[in-house]
Nanobody, 128 residues
Framework: QVQLVESGGGLVQAGGSLRLSCAAS????????????MGWYRQAPGKDREFVTK????????YYADPVKGRFTISRDNAKNTVYLQMDSLKPEDTAVYYCAASSLYSGMHYPENVPYWGKGTLVTVSS
């Protein structure tokens, strides 16, 4: 069992930056934060939830969706049980609710239906 709480969302002008954080509480016996790959997803109004980025358990691997590549950076601090999403050069089309998620399988995280643990999301609004 993993509990995730996102923070850091808000209103920003196009071209600006935001950093999202996701704090994890690990309730499963014998598991730690470093047992899980972490990902960020987003859902814009009227659209399906989509994959944004993921990071492996040891931070050795990361992957980004094409729309955010070169602008967003995912990182994690296993000592603080926290994953971050640095978002730069924001665009109005980045407006969405951003969700943090965890899975023991890094490879399957492109597809939200494969991911078992989710936060409640934080809203990011980018004005033009």
């Amino acid at each position: 069992q993993v509990q995730l709480v996102e923070s850091g969302g808000g209103l920003v002008q196009a071209g600006g930056s935001l950093r999202l954080s996701c704090a994890a509480s690990i309730l499963a016996f014998g598991r730690t934060f470093s047992s899980y790959a972490m990902g960020w997803y987003r859902q814009a109004p009227g659209k399906d939830r989509e994959f944004v980025t993921k990071i492996s358990q040891s931070s050795s691997d990361t992957y980004y969706a094409d729309p955010v590549k070169g602008r967003f950076t995912i990182s994690r601090d296993n000592a603080k049980n926290t994953v971050y999403l640095q978002m730069d050069s924001l665009k109005p089309e980045d407006t969405a609710v951003y969700y943090c998620a965890a899975s023991s399988l890094y490879s399957g995280m492109h597809y939200p239906e494969n991911v078992p643990y989710w936060g409640k999301g934080t809203l990011v609004t980018v004005s033009s």
